[in-house]
């Protein structure tokens, strides 16, 4: 595996195609395709080669990657860190590397420990370059089709997405990176359904933003028929190498705890399932290899007001909703396109491994908003996972004394028009919340005088 003189660089390898889900169908990976021609199904992909990796001991691949995280090659200081388990068959030299992943567990402190009803972990990937983890996923598509523009010399090229706002920004991102006369970016949004800062985002990378009435489902379903019946190169978590990235957030986390997996529960949002299905397939593919001992606890998350798969969870059967208003705006998703791969990933590792609790939307408001008063910097979705956990912990659906690590999806300054409204008691009453006065806060004017301060805040002066 050595080249050159640095003996942790990857090499190009693998065999990498889509398998269908339903038909068991195998596609060119190079084809852009993310649906099964046959039968419709959901696509994967899976490496051929992958039975060769677990030729190598797990203790190796646990130096490797411990070794990577002091290598002075950019390109594998993201996701790429993970190469082999990601996209062998893509050089570092098409890498897009944008200073995505590796993002920081942070300890709950004392007393918030205490309000959730154990001590946790959040990890904030809200610190990654558009501040959502979806910047993980977008690296390797992005990687990806550089890769392809190259060896299939593509011209023309047209990225798209649907959006709740954050696969926009980081499509928009991603896109800009690449060089312009090859390529274009549209993003489609649900029009006021996403927040000014989300909407600056794709703006401000040079993107067509096309914004239309009604929800994410309804944007996702028009961006579905264009990847059918066009030539586009679709960004939503529905094409599969978007999944691969997004498995960087299991392998991080498992080297963040020494790959000690035993008693590790996982808190998770869930909007259109990419997320945490690619959660699932990164602690899959470290068992596999033998690098983890045991799958942690997956504990997913959704508002009361886009629930079907907690719904699917608690009956047994899975129906799409209606989406109400919820502040966890960038899950607010009432069909979610990656059911199919997360329902596969329970029967096949998980069973009962993975649980789901819905939460109200004034609980996930106190959720953001207690963890933020205690040093975080979580989003309404992070404050869903916060919410979810200490409300897991009080029905007893999950066990006391695990270690708990929970998903702050992207950054707390996206969401702040969530904060102003509670703040300013302003929500429409679609949204069924009731502000706190012991949660509000608000500027106060002064006249700038020193004496006018300190008889404010009653300071005491020195003798
Ligand atoms: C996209 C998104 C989610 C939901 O993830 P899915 O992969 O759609 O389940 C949650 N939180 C944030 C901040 C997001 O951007
Ligand atoms: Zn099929």
């Known amino acids: 595996m050595s080249q050159g003189a640095d ?74 860190r993970f190469h082999e388990l990601i996209l062998p068959i893509v050089p570092l030299k098409d890498v897009i590397y944008l200073g995505e992943g590796n993002t920081p567990l942070v300890r709950a402190n004392r007393e918030l420990s205490q309000w959730v009803g154990a001590p946790f972990f959040v990890k904030n990937d809200g610190l990654n370059p558009s501040a959502s983890f979806k910047d993980r996923g977008m690296a390797s598509a ?38 312009k006369d090859k390529v274009r970016a549209v993003v489609l949004l649900p029009k006021g359904k996403v927040t000014p800062q989300q909407l600056s985002q794709p703006l401000g990378s040079g993107a067509k933003v096309i914004e239309m009435p009604g929800v994410f489902d309804d944007c996702m379903r028009v961006v579905e028929e264009l990847a059918q019946n066009y030539h586009v190169f679709l960004l939503n978590s529905k094409n599969p190498v978007r999944i691969l990235g997004q498995k960087s957030y299991a392998y991080e986390t498992a080297q963040q705890l020494g790959w000690d997996t035993k008693g590790l529960a996982v808190v998770v949002p869930i909007g259109n399932a990419g ?43 899975f129906k799409p909703v209606k989406v109400r208003p919820s502040v966890a705006q960038a899950a607010m998703i009432g069909d979610p ?17 993975f649980l789901v609790v819905s939460v109200s939307e004034n609980e996930i408001m106190e959720g953001m908003l207690t963890a933020n008063r205690h040093g975080h910097v979580v989003c309404t979705q ?47 009453p679609a949204y069924g919340i009731q502000t706190r006065e012991d949660l509000k806060n608000a500027p106060v004017t002064l006249d700038g005088k020193a004496a006018t301060i300190a008889s404010f805040l009653g300071l005491r002066r020195k003798t």
């Open 275 to 317: 997320n945490i299905t690619a959660v699932m397939d990164g602690f899959i593919d470290l068992l596999e290899l033998g690098i983890i001992e045991e799958l942690p606890l997956i504990l997913g998350v959704q508002s009361e007001h886009a629930d079907p798969i907690a719904r699917w969870r608690s009956s047994g059967v």
């Open 142 to 179: 992005i990687s990806f089709l550089n890769h392809v523009i190259r060896v299939r010399g593509l011209t023309d090229v047209l990225g798209i997405c649907a959006s709740t706002g954050d696969t926009s920004a980081a499509a928009a991102l991603y896109l800009s990176y690449l060089p």
């Open 7 to 80: 003996p942790f660089m990857p090499d190009v390898a693998g065999e990498m195609g889509y398998v269908c889900i339903g038909c068991g169908g195998r596609y060119d990976i190079y084809e852009f395709i993310y649906t099964c021609p046959e039968c419709g199904s959901l696509l994967k992909i899976e490496n051929a080669a992958f039975e060769d990796l677990k030729r190598r001991p797990a203790s190796e691949w646990r130096n490797l990657f411990d070794s990577r995280r002091n290598s002075t090659t950019l390109e594998i200081q993201g996701v790429f």
């Open 337 to 353: 396109v990656s059911f199919p791969k997360v329902k596969l990933n329970v029967e096949r590792y998980f069973s009962d491994k």
């Open 382 to 428: 992070g404050g869903e996972s916060v919410a979810g956990l200490k409300k897991a912990l009080e029905t007893g659906l999950v066990p006391p004394g695990l270690t708990y690590v929970v998903d702050s999806t992207s950054h707390h300054l996206k969401f702040a028009s969530f904060q102003e409204r509670y703040f300013a008691d302003d929500f429409d």
